[in-house]
């Protein structure tokens, strides 16, 4: 098979580096040209829109910011809606509508093609070692077909029929935004009630407090870099297309109210730009405390693919 990848963003340039590792020939497109380069010095060659993409690979794989990139990426005017897609996959790993890429794999099969919905979880890190997991949904034959290319990027977990992958995404993030902001209001509490915060860590760790966020992201904010590998826009983005799913389905959402509101204050003073933990430095400035840590905490985005 040969492969396509479109989107070469912080985690895309990751994942479409260990599909190359794994050995398929490729051809990548970003809308900034110079993020191809480090691909192409794995070998693989430019395509210079969408539609080109499409017209040369078997399977094209997207992960673009949200649903406007996405549905630009199909319906411009070099997308891939404009070329024959008979025979050929698509695997989105994209952050977005459950509705909006139901409408889009329809369209895409009136093309010929077949589509998959893969949006990840975890963070950058998982991207480079390749051991990110994929909320996969679709067909399970065509989900046979392309599990060699999901397989190099990481685990391949199945979530049903197509656009199922979009929904666990999004109420991963939802859980995931709600425990970040827990965070700091529970450090800031125990640090003030005079418990050490790097022992606070280290006890909740395994216990029923226990989250990826927890052991994973606490140490981002004893580095106080507050992890800028995942901004606080795209926190938002997520946030609204979690409101908007649950809005649509008619279930309350105090909880993701409050956490989103958090998160807008976060971007408010810090910037938009500023990672996703500095929703907890809202929570420390405001009690005039700081919970740095002294130590060796390994930056997300600086450790190195498992292979």
Known sequence: MKIGFIGLGMMGKNAAANIRRAGFDMVVYDIRPDATGPLLAMGAKRGISPADVMALCDVVVTMVYGPKEIAEVLRGPQGFLTVDCTG????????????????????????????VD??????????????????????????????PVIESMGELRKVGGYGNGYVAKLVNNQ?????????????????????????????????????????????????GHYDPSFPIALCLKDLGLIKELMDSVGTTS??????????????????????????????????????????????PWEVTHNG
């Open 118 to 147: 893969a949006p990840v979880t975890g963070s950058v890190d998982a991207a480079i070692r390749g051991d990110m997991p994929m909320f996969v949904g679709g067909d399970d034959a065509v989900i046979e077909q392309i599990r």
């Open 175 to 223: 859980l995931w935004k709600i425990h970040a902001a827990a965070i700091g209001e529970a450090m800031v509490t125990a640090k003030l009630a005079g418990l050490d915060p790097l022992v606070w860590w280290q006890v909740m760790k395994g216990g029923a407090a226990d989250s990826f966020v927890l052991s994973h992201d606490v140490p981002s904010i004893f580095a």
């Open 88 to 115: 050929k996959i698509w695997i989105d790993m994209t952050t977005s509508s459950p509705v909006l890429m139901r409408e889009l794999a329809a369209e895409f099969a009136a093309r010929g093609g077949a589509a």
């Open 254 to 299: 105090t909880l993701t109210d409050a956490t989103h509101d958090r998160f807008r204050e976060a971007g408010r003073r810090y910037g938009t730009g500023a990672g996703e933990m500095t929703v907890c430095k809202v929570i420390e400035d405001d009690a005039g405390i700081d919970l740095r840590v002294a130590g060796d905490w390994v930056k």
